[in-house]
Structure formats: structure tokens, C-alpha cells
């Protein structure tokens, strides 16, 4: 984000705002805090690819971890522009996040093929799930849509 800071601050000043908007989600909930050595550096290790039965496993610790330091990331940016005050270059960009809800991915499909115990939680997840166009809609709206009641 630091590095395209200057585009975001230009686009501010000439379209009146300028957006950075993460994707979260819910999964966030599945952990506690974020876990530091999720925070690092580690050469693609990104901590196990088995499947965990019923959205347990490093699978989904690690997926539970990105949601949050996504959710984090944008918090602090949110911060950071406000502590820069209103009459800074910055005062114009939003940080905003979404959370897509549950939407019928190729993420529910692959766990469930991987790991049997997921297969009925699957089923009943996915009477429930939203088109993946319908689940794109909160990540659309906080990049275009020009509401004020945006934040």
C-alpha cells in the first residue's frame, strides 16, 4: 500500500476520494488473535494444506488468519488517514472492509471433496449460500459505490 500511496493521494485530490478496500470475512472469528508466525516472512510455508474436519485444521486456522489481518490492516490504515487529519493528502482515501458472507466458491467444494466429515455440513451450508456474483456485491460497493453512508 505504501508504495502506491502517491496514486491513492493523486486520485484523492482529482476524483475527491480514493479507495483501499480488504477482503474479510467471517472465518475471522475462528481465532482469538492473530498468531505471529503468521506475520512473518517464511518462504511459502504458509502452514499445512490438510483438510480439517468441520472447519478445523491448519487449513483453516491459516484462512481464519488472513481474514483477520486483512480486517487489522484496514483498522489501521482507517487510523493512520484520520491521525493525518482532514486537511492532509490523505484525508480523502477510505479504508474499508467486506465481508462477502457465505457464497457457493470453489472453497466449500474442495474441503468437502478432500474430507468426508465435511460432506453434511457442506450440504446444509450450501442450501444457505449466496451466488458467488450476489457474494461479490460488498466488496463492489465499498470500491464504487459513492454513498456517504458508505463508511
Request: with cysteine; glycine share 10%.
Amino acid at each position: 500500500t505504501s508504495l502506491v500511496w502517491p496514486a491513492l493521494q493523486k486520485a484523492a485530490s482529482v476524483n475527491g476520494q480514493a479507495r483501499v478496500v480488504q477482503h474479510s470475512s467471517g472465518a475471522r472469528k475462528m481465532v482469538p488473535k492473530l498468531l505471529s508466525e503468521y506475520l512473518g516472512k517464511n518462504g511459502g510455508n504458509l502452514g499445512g494444506d490438510e483438510p480439517g474436519g468441520n472447519f478445523t485444521g491448519a487449513r483453516w486456522v491459516r484462512y481464519a488468519q488472513t481474514k483477520l489481518a486483512n480486517l487489522g490492516f484496514s483498522l489501521a490504515l482507517a487510523d493512520k488517514i484520520a491521525a493525518a487529519g482532514p486537511d492532509s493528502a490523505s484525508a480523502n482515501i477510505l479504508s474499508l472492509s467486506a465481508h462477502p458472507g457465505l457464497s457457493a466458491t470453489q472453497l466449500q467444494v474442495r474441503n468437502a471433496s478432500e474430507d468426508p466429515s465435511m460432506n453434511a455440513t457442506y450440504e446444509n451450508l450450501m442450501k444457505r449460500a449466496q451466488a458467488v456474483e450476489d457474494g461479490t456485491c460488498g466488496i463492489l460497493r465499498a470500491a464504487c459505490d459513492t454513498a456517504k453512508d458508505i463508511v
